[in-house]
């Protein structure tokens, strides 16, 4: 079956310009996360949502970014004003999420490689 | 929170030779531990995984075994591959609650040369 597909693979953008980012999770998949893979920061957690309940946005680096989950499947990334720090490869990730499923596997997207110039 | 640290690369090897990538935790109560890897151009997969003390995980010839005296998780391979050749990260869950979303070591590129 399908994995995690994102769009666009890649981005390249002028500084103070918005940007959306998107994520197909994998069909069934209640879980998903966003992360941040940048040269200086190396991978760093952003946001989970898991079903209908209220998104975890503890690892949202500013409130320039935010994200949503639509019908509990696509995701929307989007980062206003960007800012040269805010380029790095943006991974999407979902996971079957049960009552005591702290061991499930996260499968990830090929990501979208962000260029703020 | 939980935390990792992983041996920085990057690490060369010859093929055929024995691999080791450590990764230390440090982390309430006793998470489920990861080995992630990325190939050039390809998004992470998951590796292999520990769920308890003592488990060892194994995958492709890849293995790592959770010890809690020592609160290490490292990557062992007998005999690499030069398709062996990505960027390895040890990875475990943020916090020992009820996250899941994890927190990632600094990662290791490893060149398998022929």
């Known amino acids: 079956g399908a994995g995690v597909s994102q769009s666009p693979s890649n981005k390249v953008t002028e500084k103070g310009k918005d940007v959306e980012l998107r994520c197909d999770p994998i069909?069934?998949?209640?879980?998903l996360y966003w992360y941040r893979q940048s040269l200086g920061q190396g991978l760093e957690f952003l946001i989970y949502f898991q079903g209908n309940s209220a998104p975890d946005k503890s690892g949202l680096p500013s409130d320039r970014f935010s994200a949503e989950r639509t019908g509990g499947s696509v995701s929307t990334l989007t980062i206003q004003r960007t800012q040269q720090e805010d380029s790095a490869v943006y991974l999407c990730?979902?996971?079957?999420?049960?009552?005591?499923?702290?061991?499930?596997?996260?499968?990830f997207g090929p990501g979208t490689r962000l260029t703020v110039l | 929170g939980n935390s990792v640290t992983q041996m920085e690369g990057p690490v060369t090897l010859s093929e055929e030779a024995f691999l080791t990538i450590n990764c230390t935790y440090t982390?309430?109560?006793?998470?489920?531990l990861f080995w992630y890897v990325q190939y050039p151009g390809e998004g992470l997969q998951l590796l292999l995984k520990?769920?308890?003390?003592?488990d060892k995980g194994s995958n492709k010839g890849f293995e790592a075994t959770y010890r809690k005296e020592t609160t290490s998780f490292h990557l062992e391979k007998g005999s690499v591959q030069v398709s062996d050749s990505a960027v390895y990260f040890c990875a475990l869950p943020i916090s020992s609650g009820s996250a899941r979303q994890l927190t990632f070591g600094s990662g290791t590129q490893l060149t398998v040369l022929p």
């Open positions: 069909s069934g998949h209640t879980a």
């Open positions: 982390a309430t109560g006793y998470p489920s």
């Open positions: 520990a769920t308890k003390a003592d």
């Open positions: 990730a979902s996971s079957l999420a049960r009552a005591r499923g702290l061991g499930r596997e996260q499968f």
